[in-house]
């Protein structure tokens, strides 16, 4: 049984059970890759897949993974009492969370964005979203093209971080100011501010 080349991975993933092996020590994907595991030892018909992190890296029953997000998870496979695990690595490997100053910081383990952390003064009182030739509230995106971002400030000429955030990163994902399309679906774009302030945009991806 091979160990995971991650060192924040608990020590209760490494445990395994002889008899059945994924191919490699690790895997590393870019945001919206996706790889089959190779697993000897089972028969595939005996084989179930789940992941520990699938806003990070998620995975089917075929033992397909895809990339959802930066950061860490952990893909085990198995059949009966025997299972393995493997690292997946995706993107940076680092996952971006919140800080108590309203700054995306990073950490080296997947960590929510923290509601409670979103509580600092600030002189904004009101936030708006629109796309960048897409419009704004409710709007319908493709997965063939990328979309700006604007957020809009009230007063206009505020400095404090606004918080990009997508509630569905299977559907469609924020990178820096830019939303990409992932997949056919429906998401909420979600802008907030260190006090609270927030705006949302429901995304359809067609």
Request: aromatic share 2%; with cysteine.
């Amino acid at each position: 049984m091979k160990r995971i080349a991650i060192l924040l991975i608990p020590a209760l993933m490494l445990a395994g059970c002889g008899g059945i092996e994924i191919k490699g020590d690790e895997l590393e994907l870019g945001l919206g890759q996706s790889q089959k595991l190779e697993v000897s030892g089972a028969d595939s018909s005996e084989l179930t897949f789940t992941s520990d992190a699938p806003h990070i890296a998620s995975v089917d029953g075929e033992g397909t993974v895809t990339a959802n997000g930066d950061g860490i998870a952990v893909i085990t496979a198995r059949a009966g009492d025997k299972y393995d695990n493997i690292g997946v690595v995706v993107g940076t490997g680092v996952a971006r969370y919140v800080d108590m100053n309203g700054n995306i910081v990073s950490s080296l383990s997947a960590v929510p964005v923290d509601e409670s952390e979103l509580t600092n003064e600030s002189d904004i009182t009101a936030l708006a979203l629109s796309l960048v030739g897409g419009g704004s509230e409710d709007v319908t995106i493709s997965t063939e093209r990328d979309y700006e971002i604007k957020v809009t400030k009230t007063p206009t000429d505020s400095v404090d971080k606004v918080i990009l955030r997508i509630s569905d990163p299977t559907v469609a994902r924020v990178e820096g100011n830019t939303l990409k399309g992932v997949a056919k679906g429906k998401t909420t774009l979600t802008a907030t501010a260190p006090n609270g302030v927030s705006a949302e945009m429901i995304v359809r991806v067609k």
